[in-house]
């Protein structure tokens, strides 16, 4: 057998690009019911792999898990049970959007508290023995030098 | 011969650093300007001495050196020429070699720039160095690119295929300068720190270097994305993998940056928080080298991690960062912040742009780490994923797209909304009519996606018609009109393409993700398949062989709804034998915003017994836009970058315009 056929042979032995979360032989026949596992996969981390979601990878452990949802889909779970399940099997990590919880909470009040300081600033902001009125006539002279040179 | 050759030269870059820095802290001591020239000059040889081991490096891939190990773990005769090339900083010891050479780079052209005052270039020139002296000291003793080994190989292990890419090869040099480009804005900082003194002058020294950072990132974090979207055969663009996000952060606050220093520069109002975004800015790229290489993020894209030298790295963020900061806090209470303004004015929507870019990067930064922290403090694994970043940093940014047109309207110190709003009723007008047209002639309906798509409408609109109205586009007979689109400064159009840019994006962005349409099918040969409007027929499976991998490749044909032939695409799969991995070719039949994307998949049994081959193919509509639209960005900083107010030699004048000269 010569090199090149070797390679080929192993190219077909090799590849594992499946079709991933869509594969035709994994999907349910309800497309109502595929169409809302493909919504909880995106959810779901492919708990191997590098920060993807089950939706994306190829993993054989994320096609196990894609069947796992598949199945509580088809048996008639919300997908709020589907999740509670497959956190009480992998932990909180399986989710890629955590719970809101104590220890997470600084997710959602980290950010908002960064905004609300800024607005509380922007709107308490007082000039030093200025009122904010308009420009008094030193700023004027500065603007009108800065836009001058701009125009020019 | 030439890999000792360029090991010394990266060693006389460590000391030339080093007495850069020592000869700039003594000339800004002694007020003695021929100490400050020498170290100048040190900072000139440090650069030309980088530039000497980069080029050894570039030569030992080229001629496929084996017996420099980076080299060895990285490459292969077989490679193409120009994956050699890129394979000089697709390692991490590659990698660092370009930060070095960014970052000197940087700092000679700096100490070549003439007309910053004495004691601001000493200090900066300083801190450049000391930044050099670090990273340099890190590549020499824990990261050496030009190590040997005594065992020399007949053959390199190769660089990692999905790397082995056009985009990819651009990607690195066009993120590190701009990650590096923010080091001269934190030199600036803390030698303004130093200094005691931030004016609007201080803020105009800062524009080119932020603005070229700045350019550099979004054109380094397209390509990142570009590639990703076609080369990992996933069909999305991005996915907040932690390594995407770690480039997103000093973006976020390089944006932010670019956007408060406008008000310091005009007002000389913000001047403490612009210093602070300063050192922000060079801050988070730091922590993102440091977290891309140090293994502590698991990401699809993590490359180059070794944990070991990521405790090093670490030190050298926390060194530079906590000094900064430091800095940061001993000295900011001293500036003076007296310009006054109203929450309606243009800074107010300046502030306010800043504050909720700030919050962003908080999404961002704490989405992040918080995994990490969330570990380490009690051990509980989390996931902070995609469902996450999309709810949380859509909320922040809508609120500041809805309001961006309205910025540049108003005036300084103290704007008139309704004035402003009046000005932008067309505008608005228009988006409506975007926004309802969406929702009644696109299927399946979206509410969100034609909110997204009146959003991003709004933003092209409004900023085309703030232009307007400063060049009096259709109230001022034609001569006039282009008399005044002459006379405005480049800034001001770099402004408004940035504007329509992220307007364009995020009208792709809203599009793409409502609309776009996936099908997979095992399909035999002859046999179709249907992807909404398109049916796809797969022709033929061959097999071909490149430079150094074997690929099998489907011919596909796609008819359109018209049933014209649309495209023959050529999906393949390749196996790059010399490490063993399979790497899916996408093809792409791109019309004018979309792209048909199809994927070459598994072979298969069918019942019957024939062969069937998996296809997977996307509708990705308006996908175009989302790269578009960052690119217009890029072009709107490199436009503004080429303001000849920028230039250096009219700084003097400028200061003595805007306040007295102090005596120096």
């Known amino acids: 057998m010569t090199g090149p056929r070797r390679v080929l042979l192993a190219l077909f032995a090799v590849a594992t690009l499946t079709a991933a979360a869509a594969d035709p032989a994994d999907r349910l026949s309800d497309p109502a019911q595929e169409a809302r596992a493909r919504t909880i996969f995106r959810d779901v981390r492919c708990l191997v792999c590098q920060s993807q979601s089950i939706d994306e990878s190829d993993a054989a452990l994320a096609r196990d898990l894609r069947q796992l949802v598949r199945q509580e889909v088809a048996a008639g779970k919300s997908d709020a049970e589907i999740r509670a399940y497959l956190v009480s099997r992998y932990g909180q990590f399986v989710l890629l959007a955590p719970k809101p919880s104590l220890g997470n909470a600084v997710l959602w009040i980290g950010p908002l508290l960064v905004v609300a300081l800024g607005a509380a600033a922007l709107l308490m902001r007082r000039g030093p023995a200025q009122d904010g009125e308009a420009l008094t006539e030193q700023e004027e002279a500065v603007l009108a030098k800065l836009s001058s040179e701009e125009t020019r | ?664």
């Not at chain 2, 806090?329 to 912040?337: E, F, Q, V, Y």
């Open chain 2, 1 to 664: 011969m030439i890999d000792e050759l360029g090991q010394f030269a990266l060693v006389l870059a460590l000391a030339l650093s080093l007495a850069q820095a020592g000869l700039s802290i003594a000339a800004r001591v002694r007020r003695d300007a021929a100490l400050a020239g020498a170290g100048e000059g040190a900072a000139m040889g440090a650069f030309a001495a980088i530039v000497l081991g980069f080029a050894a490096l570039i030569h030992a891939f080229v001629t496929s050196d084996f017996s420099v190990l980076n080299v060895a773990a990285n490459s292969h005769t077989a490679k193409p020429l120009i994956y050699k090339i890129a394979g000089a900083w697709g390692s991490h010891e590659g990698s660092m070699l370009l930060w070095c050479l960014m970052l000197t780079g940087y700092g000679a052209v700096m100490a070549a720039s003439g007309r910053l005052p004495f004691g601001l270039k000493a200090s900066a020139v300083a801190t450049q160095g000391l930044l050099g002296a670090l990273f340099i000291g890190y590549m020499v003793f824990a990261s050496n690119p030009l190590a040997r080994i005594a065992d020399v190989p007949v053959q390199g292990d190769s660089l990692n295929p999905l790397l082995q890419d056009p985009a990819l090869a651009g990607h690195p040099p066009f993120l590190y300068a701009g990650y590096v480009g923010f080091s001269v804005v934190f030199s600036l900082s803390a030698a303004a720190l130093v200094e005691g003194r931030v004016d609007p002058a201080w803020a105009r020294w800062i524009r080119p270097w932020t603005l070229a950072a700045w350019s550099f990132l979004t054109v380094g974090i397209t390509l990142g994305s570009y590639w990703a979207y076609y080369e990992l055969g996933w069909g999305g663009w991005w996915a907040w993998d932690p390594v995407e996000n770690a480039s997103f952060m000093p973006w976020l606050m390089g944006t932010a940056l670019l956007h408060s220093a406008a008000v310091t520069e005009k007002r000389g109002a913000l001047a403490s928080w612009t210093v602070l975004l300063g050192i922000g800015a060079f801050t988070l790229s730091m922590m993102g080298a440091f977290l891309v290489r140090s293994g502590v993020l698991t990401s699809v894209h993590a490359f180059a991690i070794d944990p070991k030298r990521g405790v090093l790295l670490l030190g050298i963020l926390g060194l530079a960062a906590g000094s900064g900061l430091a800095l940061y806090a001993w000295r900011a209470p001293t500036l003076k912040d007296e310009a006054a303004f109203t929450p309606i004015s243009r800074e107010g929507s300046l502030f306010l742009n800043n504050v909720l870019l700030a919050g962003a990067t908080a999404v961002v930064l704490i989405g992040t780490l918080l995994p990490l922290i969330r570990s380490a403090i009690d051990g509980t694994p989390i996931s902070v994923g995609a469902p996450y970043f999309n709810l949380t940093f859509t909320a922040l940014v809508a609120p500041a797209l809805i309001a961006l047109p309205a910025g540049p309207l108003l005036a300084w110190k103290r704007g008139d909304l309704a004035g402003a709003l009046t000005r932008l009723r067309i505008a608005a007008a228009l988006a409506l009519a975007a926004g309802l047209a969406t929702l009644a002639f696109v299927s399946p309906r979206s509410l969100l996606a034609a909110c997204g798509i009146a959003l991003g409408a709004w933003v092209i609109w409004g900023a085309l018609a703030e232009a307007s109205d400063r060049v009096k586009l259709f109230r001022a007979p034609w001569a006039e009109v282009g008399r005044r689109a002459g006379g405005l400064p480049r800034g001001a159009w770099g402004m408004t393409l940035a504007h329509v840019g992220i307007g364009v994006f995020a009208l792709g962005a809203a599009f793409e993700t409502a609309w776009r349409t996936e099908a997979t099918e095992a399909v035999t040969l002859g046999h179709t398949m249907r992807l909404g409007a398109y049916t796809l027929r797969l022709d033929s499976v061959g097999q071909y062989f490149g430079p150094n991998f074997a690929a099998d490749r489907a011919i596909v044909r796609i008819t359109d709804g018209a049933g014209g032939v649309f495209c023959i695409a050529a999906p393949e799969r390749r196996l790059y034998a010399a490490g063993g991995q399979t790497v899916s070719g996408v093809a792409i039949c791109p019309t004018l915003l979309d792209d048909v994307y199809v994927v070459f998949g598994d072979r298969r049994v069918q019942p019957g017994g024939q062969a069937a081959f998996l296809l997977r193919a996307y509708w990705n509509p308006w996908v175009r836009f989302v790269f578009a639209g960052p690119l217009l960005m890029a072009l709107g900083g490199v436009v503004s970058l080429s303001d000849r107010r920028l230039r250096f030699a009219l700084t003097s004048r400028l200061r003595a315009a805007a306040q007295p000269a102090p005596a120096e």
